[in-house]
């Protein structure tokens, strides 16, 4: 059984082995009703021996679950056929756009929420890493909820919280953010951008009006501000 992602190739690997002596060419093909929409094996046909005549077979096709045979088929008169059974499983996943995909933030704040979704196609069980890897100003993180690794299914995808604090010392502006989810042996990861705005903190400040003040000895003074 081999399992990959879609865009991938999985090249299965066999041997043909002759047995009390058979030396006779044989054809080998991809058979069955469920067979991956690529099956190529490496040579059309090959000589069993002894020892295992060896050959390789590449598939690949969309997502979904293949059980199909590696079929070695005699010519006429004989048309004796021998398979081998083989199981092609392909996965994939996806991340949908953020809503909202514009984010605003006061410095020392927490953003409010951008949501998105992770589905995930054919026999899927892996578990997918959530990050932001680009793009934060300084002091900024995302955070995920219901956690920044979660395990979409085809039948179950799982929607997903992100919201980004910020410290007094983010600097303010714009900012375009990488949010990014990969699986362990993927092609490549799965992007989506956001856009984060950083406000200016609300603050207050004190101020003094009739600073310095001079008074006489035994005088009382009060300061207004």
Known sequence: NETI?????????????????????????CAGTSQPQTCTPSTASVVPTEDGTPFTVTTSGETGVYPFSIRASETAPSDVTREAAATLKIVDYAVSVLNPSTVRVAQGEVSSPTEFVVSAYGPFDEIVVLSCPGGLPTG??????????????AVTSVSVTLKITTSRATPTG?????????????????????TLIVTTAADYAVTVNNSPLSLGVGQHGEFVG
């Open 5 to 29: 992602f879609a865009g991938q190739q999985a090249m299965l690997s066999g041997k043909v082995t002759a047995l009390n002596g058979y030396e006779k060419t044989v054809t080998l093909s």
């Open 140 to 153: 900024a993180a995302c955070e995920f909820t219901p956690s920044s690794s979660v395990s979409p299914t």
């Open 174 to 194: 714009t900012f375009p953010i990488v949010v990014q989810a990969d699986v362990v042996g993927s092609p490549a990861p799965k992007t989506v951008l956001a």
